[in-house]
Nanobody, 119 residues
Framework: QVQLVESGGGLVQTGGSLRLSCAAS????????MAWFRQALGKEREFVSA????????DYTDSVKGRFTISRDNAKNTVYLQMNSLKPEDTALYYC????????????WGQGTQVTVSS
């Protein structure tokens, strides 16, 4: 079992930056892939980024490549999402997720943190 708590969301202007954090509790963090998803108002939840257990491999959706960076610190049971050059279309509720299988279909979810990018 993994419990996830996101933080770091907020209101930022276009072109600004935010760093999201996700603190995990439970003994399985270091053995879990970690991912970020987002859901904009009126839209379906979508994959944003994921990282392997060791942190050696990551994946991004095309719309955030070159702007977002995922990382993790297994000693702190925390995963991060550094978001740069933010755009209004990045506005969404961002969810942290964890799992041991397919990282596009994680087993555990946080409650989400709101990111709003003003134009």
């Amino acid at each position: 079992q993994v419990q996830l708590v996101e933080s770091g969301g907020g209101l930022v202007q276009t072109g600004g930056s935010l760093r999201l954090s996700c603190a995990a509790s439970g003994r399985t963090f270091s053995t879990s892939h970690m991912a970020w998803f987002r859901q904009a108002l009126g839209k379906e939840r979508e994959f944003v980024s994921a990282i392997t257990r060791s942190g050696g491999k990551s994946d991004y959706t095309d719309s955030v490549k070159g702007r977002f960076t995922i990382s993790r610190d297994n000693a702190k049971n925390t995963v991060y999402l550094q978001m740069n050059s933010l755009k209004p279309e990045d506005t969404a509720l961002y969810y942290c997720a964890a799992g041991m299988g397919n990282w596009y279909r994680p087993e555990y979810w946080g409650q989400g943190t709101q990111v709003t990018v003003s134009s």
